[in-house]
């Protein structure tokens, strides 16, 4: 304990430097107004500001991607609370009760809530990452190729199963992510896949031009601006205060968001977004009041926003102790921190102390900013809201274009990011959601390897994964999460997940 | 029968499926003991044939494809087809001039805006952006034959 003490501490020294405190900021702002624009979403949004970065040193640059993380998950929230608009997929669910409070208005105590809980979801989760991670990392040392295989098969496992649209859909969007990942040199043979005597797909598919493509440049193309809404609602600044009553209404339900939403940030998955759905079916079900859920019950909005902002710092516990992305966003910022030199895994902790506590330490400092920041400055954001679509998205055509040149300056990344555009829209058309394609075009390569090198191991024994404690652990949870996913999609009963796909299609067409 | 959006996307995954699988023919599947390149792309494609065949036979769960709404597709395409011609050009006329053209295209064919302040416009943010990169940001932007 007085090891992590003292290790925090460093982190407040690197964290607390003006510079550094400066991108926290400057972070913590972009991230906000990345939330509060419908169209471009976290991922998006780091990804496209990527080659901002270049500039700064590898601690520099992890605290201002963190930021607009983060950032955006507090900023997501206004527009779901004062336009019925989710600026990012996890605010979703805040739009049910958000927008109806805000019909009441209690807009300004909606907003005040949501902050709060933002806070308190997004410290607890800094605080716990603080105490686990570093013990996380000595244990993650002894992780050899079978722990990682029977890891990240639970991870595509789990996201499959938590995905309220459909098993199989999810499973194809990941089958043909781990395919786009195989393109380019093999590592382990030399031999060059799919990549059509293209020098530039040599070494694969990047990740920002697919998800600059699927979900900044996809957005825009189903969006035409005559579909942009306009109907805004402006809190005012003495109204913020919730009343005692919404407070203690607030209360339990931020407490659960919390540690259910961090929890759900460690499997891999697109946890913020699982979260805010998870945490809203929890509260109406725990609900003394469940007929207010819609007509703004406090609790519909407290819950999913805590847990939206705890899931997104519970998902940096595998990426920094294990070196795993469990979301395509921890998977960029692993590939901010190589693109500086730093080797994101358990060794980061101890060969990097500064950029590990300093990035830790950050994130204490990030949430205050972004409390001070969000309910204060709550009417310069929604006048952002104002610019006319027609006006805002020709500017994030050209920031995704800058985006992704500028990362490799290849204009063949580019012409994958347009490919990609109408990939996306034509997912959209037929109900594909497509994380679970950037998920696994993340992890295609640490997968492949991983498998291939466990077979080395074992002499093409599949029986290794079972004969280790951890991997056979781990593969008998994915074997009971895909029993329970086929009973129910065998027998089509309706399980939670089902009841809550409902809510979700309801909430889309109302 | 009804033509349904999973019918359409079934036979798009198993189609897909069979070109994975008739590209990694040159690949070396290898053995149990030591996989080869094409070990892996095989299975996944296998996968992805029987998965879509899944969304074939349940198809009937799914919207008809004539229910799918296209009132945006010419929007979208307007969009790509710009976006397109800017990223061919991109290299050689450098980011200010072919994001001119690509912003002040956007507003003025497919937004109908009026020509001064789109002119206004494009130029006004992609010369912002510019400095911001270059000179701020110290991040060099790729430069046309006039040198910017």
């Known amino acids: ?510 | 029968m009804t033509l349904r959006a999973d019918h359409i996307a079934g036979a798009f995954f198993i189609g897909f499926g069979l070109l994975i699988i008739a590209l990694s023919g040159d690949l070396p599947f290898g053995t149990l003991s030591f996989p080869g390149a094409g070990f892996l792309p095989n299975i996944l494609a296998v996968l992805t044939i029987l998965f879509g065949a899944v969304l074939v036979l349940r198809a009937s769960e799914s919207k008809p494809f004539a229910a799918l709404a296209w009132t945006d597709a010419k929007h979208a395409a307007l969009v790509v087809a710009l976006t397109a011609a800017a990223i061919a050009v991109f290299d050689w006329l450098g980011f200010l001039t072919t994001d001119v053209l690509l912003i002040f295209a956007l507003l003025v064919i497919i937004e109908r805006r009026k020509l001064l302040p789109a002119t206004v416009y494009s130029v006004g943010l992609v010369g912002f952006t510019y400095l911001l990169f270059v000179y701020v940001l110290k991040t060099p932007l790729e430069t046309g034959p006039l040198g910017f």
Request: with cysteine.
């Open chain 1, 1 to 510: 304990m007085e090891t992590t003490l003292h290790s925090l501490y460093l982190g407040f020294s690197v964290a607390l430097e003006p510079h550094n405190a400066w991108y926290a900021f400057l972070g913590c702002v972009v991230g906000t107004l990345v939330g509060v624009l419908p169209g471009i979403g976290p991922l998006a949004g780091i990804s496209i500001l990527l080659p901002v970065t270049f500039g700064l040193n590898a601690t520099q640059a992890i605290i201002m991607l963190a930021g607009i993380y983060y950032g955006s998950q507090y900023g997501g929230s206004t527009t779901s609370i004062l336009m019925r608009i989710p600026g990012e997929a996890s605010s979703v669910m805040t739009c049910i009760d958000g927008y109806a409070m805000a019909q009441k208005g209690r807009a300004g105590s909606a907003l005040c809530i949501a902050a709060v809980g933002s806070w308190i979801g997004g410290t607890f989760g800094v605080l716990v990452l603080t105490v686990v991670a570093p013990p996380l990392a000595t244990i993650a040392i002894r992780f050899g190729p079978p722990e990682y295989t029977a890891l990240l098969v639970l991870g595509l496992i789990f996201l499959a199963y938590m995905s309220s649209s459909s098993l199989i859909r999810t499973l194809l969007m990941a089958c043909l992510g781990l395919l786009l990942g195989m393109i380019g040199i093999d590592n382990m043979t030399g031999h060059f896949r799919y990549s059509f005597d293209l020098a530039e797909l040599g070494d694969g598919i990047g990740i920002v031009p697919v998800a600059v493509g699927l979900f900044g440049l996809g957005e825009i193309l189903a969006t035409p601006s005559a579909d942009a809404v306009k109907n805004i609602i402006s809190p005012r600044l003495r109204d913020l205060l919730p009343t005692r009553k919404e407070w203690g209404e607030a209360a339990m339900p931020i407490t659960r968001g919390t540690l259910l939403g961090f929890f759900i940030g460690i499997i891999p998955g697109s946890a913020h977004i699982i979260s805010s759905f998870l945490s809203y079916a929890l509260e109406k079900r725990v609900s003394k009041h469940p007929e207010q859920f819609g007509k703004g019950a406090v609790a519909g909005v407290a819950g999913p926003e805590t847990a939206n902002n705890a899931a997104s710092t519970g998902a940096f516990v595998p990426m920094l102790a294990l070196g795993i992305p469990t979301s395509p966003i921890t998977a960029v910022l692993i590939g901010a921190l190589m693109l500086h030199g730093i080797s994101v895994g358990p060794t980061l902790v101890n060969e990097h102390p500064d950029v590990f506590w300093g990035f830790v330490a950050s994130m204490y400092v990030g949430n205050v900013m972004l409390l001070a920041l969000n309910l204060p400055l709550v009417s310069i954001f929604v006048w952002v809201l104002r610019i006319p679509y027609a006006y805002l998205y020709p500017l994030i055509i050209m920031f995704c274009i800058i985006g992704v040149y500028e990362t490799n300056n290849s204009i063949v990344d580019v012409w994958i990011m347009l490919i990609m555009g109408v990939v996306g829209y034509a997912l959209r058309k037929f109900e594909f959601d497509p994380a679970p394609l950037v998920l696994g075009l993340v992890i295609s390569p640490i997968l492949e390897q991983s498998l291939r090198q466990s077979l080395i191991m074992s002499n093409g024994n599949y029986f290794i994964f079972f004969s280790r404690p951890i991997s056979a652990a781990l593969l008998i949870v994915s074997i009971g999460l895909l029993g329970l996913a086929a009973m129910s999609f065998v027998l089509k009963r309706k399980d939670w997940r089902s009841k809550l796909a409902e809510v979700e299609a309801g909430e889309a067409e109302a």
